[in-house]
């Protein structure tokens, strides 16, 4: 039997082998990671294995405006500020990268968040 952080691996895993066969362009990949209490999503470029843009509910514009970090209103606002930030650098299109997480949620809610800012995916 598998337990949930088994399953939840296999997941990420079978996510992350279709990015890579998509993603023939080698466009930048916009992954979230979602913890209890926040939310943070970073662009990644593969090709040189860095960080491009990061954003989270722990940056230091938002910690003030945030109720609680940890709701769908939390994950919106970092949506539209990673988007603000990539158009910023240079970047208007990405792969996402949902990791292992199911696509709704505060995922989801990132997800829009930034694709309503300006970025493509």
């Given at each position: 039997?598998?337990n949930a952080r088994d399953?939840?691996?296999?997941?990420?895993?079978?996510?992350?082998?279709?990015?890579?066969?998509?993603?023939?362009?080698?466009?930048?990949?916009?992954?979230?990671?979602?913890?209890?209490?926040?939310?943070?999503?970073?662009?990644?470029?593969?090709?040189?294995?860095?960080?491009?843009?990061?954003?989270?509910?722990?940056?230091?514009s938002l910690r003030g405006?945030?109720?609680?970090?940890?709701?769908?209103?939390?994950?919106?606002?970092?949506?539209?500020?990673?988007?603000?930030?990539?158009?910023?650098?240079?970047?208007?299109?990405?792969?996402?990268?949902?990791?292992?997480?199911?696509?709704?949620?505060?995922?989801?809610?990132?997800?829009?968040?930034?694709?309503?800012?300006?970025?493509?995916?």
């Open positions: 039997m598998l399953k939840f691996l296999r997941r990420k895993t079978r996510n992350r082998v279709k990015l890579a066969a998509s993603n023939e362009a080698a466009m930048p990949r916009l992954s979230v990671f979602r913890s209890r209490n926040n939310i943070y999503a970073q662009i990644i470029d593969d090709a040189k294995r860095q960080t491009i843009v990061a954003a989270s509910t722990l940056d230091k405006k945030l109720k609680s970090s940890g709701n769908k209103d939390a994950a919106e606002t970092v949506g539209k500020l990673i988007a603000e930030k990539a158009i910023a650098s240079g970047i208007k299109s990405v792969v996402f990268d949902r990791g292992g997480y199911l696509y709704h949620g505060r995922v989801k809610a990132l997800a829009e968040a930034a694709r309503s800012s300006g970025l493509k995916f």
